[in-house]
């Protein structure tokens, strides 16, 4: 308590004042608090199925994915915006990936690098829950991440629905990507940057197969 007391003085000292935003089925967390997140561990119930967390801090997301409540809750879909993740952060999140509850993850702007990725994708490679997994606007995926990203398509039979746009993955590695995606049936949409377009189009063979699955953008 005293070092959640401490970080929300330092927050405040910056003018960063944070703000949980409860509905009846979600509750959105924006820059919280370590004192914030702990309420909201103490408060979230079953009815909640949604956990957005917003331009957080490593200590406060942390606390958040650390807590086993989590564990317990039916939680539909996790979102995680602007908020860094640390090797531990990605540790507790892959565990809750393993508990198989989660149907859809969202880990946006700025949030994860290819370490992170690599650990989730490992995570999710026998996953038979998470349908929907958002990757976008993190431009610390790059191509170092790409195998493992296609080995996941080899091997999990659950995602549908795929966002990886806005990433530093290099068109070698989307043609690897459609390599493997030509062989998994069951993704129905995938996001990729529209800068690999022209080229994926002229140079993967089997393209037509599967261009009704690609979204460009």
């Given at each position: 308590?005293?070092?959640?007391?401490?970080?929300?003085?330092?927050?405040?000292?910056?003018?960063?004042?944070?703000?949980?935003?409860?509905?009846?089925?979600?509750?959105?967390?924006?820059?919280?608090s370590l004192a914030q997140c702990n309420e909201v561990i103490s408060n979230i119930t079953d009815n909640h199925k949604k956990i957005g967390?917003?331009?957080?801090?490593?200590?406060?997301?942390?606390?958040?994915?650390?807590?086993?409540?989590?564990?317990?809750?039916?939680?539909?879909?996790?979102?995680?915006?602007?908020?860094?993740?640390?090797?531990?952060?990605?540790?507790?999140?892959?565990?809750?990936?393993?508990?198989?509850?989660?149907?859809?993850?969202?880990?946006?702007?700025?949030?994860?690098?290819?370490?992170?990725?690599?650990?989730?994708?490992?995570?999710?490679?026998?996953?038979?829950?998470?349908?929907?997994?958002?990757?976008?606007?993190?431009?610390?995926?790059?191509?170092?991440?790409?195998?493992?990203?296609?080995?996941?398509?080899?091997?999990?039979?659950?995602?549908?629905?795929?966002?990886?746009?806005?990433?530093?993955?290099?068109?070698?590695?989307?043609?690897?990507?459609?390599?493997?995606?030509?062989?998994?049936?069951?993704?129905?949409?995938?996001?990729?940057?529209?800068?690999?377009?022209?080229?994926?189009?002229?140079?993967?063979?089997?393209?037509?197969?599967?261009?009704?699955r690609i979204n460009w953008g």
């Amino acid at each position: 308590m005293i070092s959640a007391l401490r970080e929300d003085k330092e927050q405040y000292d910056k003018g960063i004042a944070g703000k949980v935003d409860w509905n009846r089925n979600r509750v959105i967390l924006n820059s919280p608090s370590l004192a914030q997140c702990n309420e909201v561990i103490s408060n979230i119930t079953d009815n909640h199925k949604k956990i957005g967390l917003h331009s957080s801090s490593t200590n406060s997301t942390l606390s958040l994915l650390s807590s086993s409540k989590l564990y317990t809750l039916n939680l539909r879909r996790l979102e995680i915006y602007g908020s860094p993740l640390t090797n531990d952060c990605i540790q507790h999140l892959c565990k809750l990936l393993t508990n198989e509850t989660l149907p859809e993850l969202v880990i946006r702007y700025h949030s994860i690098s290819d370490r992170g990725v690599i650990n989730i994708y490992e995570a999710l490679e026998h996953n038979s829950t998470l349908i929907l997994l958002s990757l976008s606007d993190n431009p610390l995926i790059t191509s170092s991440s790409a195998e493992a990203f296609s080995h996941l398509l080899d091997n999990n039979s659950s995602l549908k629905i795929i966002y990886l746009s806005y990433t530093s993955l290099s068109t070698e590695s989307i043609l690897l990507i459609l390599k493997s995606l030509s062989c998994n049936t069951n993704v129905t949409k995938i996001w990729l940057d529209l800068r690999h377009k022209e080229t994926c189009i002229k140079t993967f063979p089997d393209y037509h197969l599967i261009e009704g699955r690609i979204n460009w953008g």
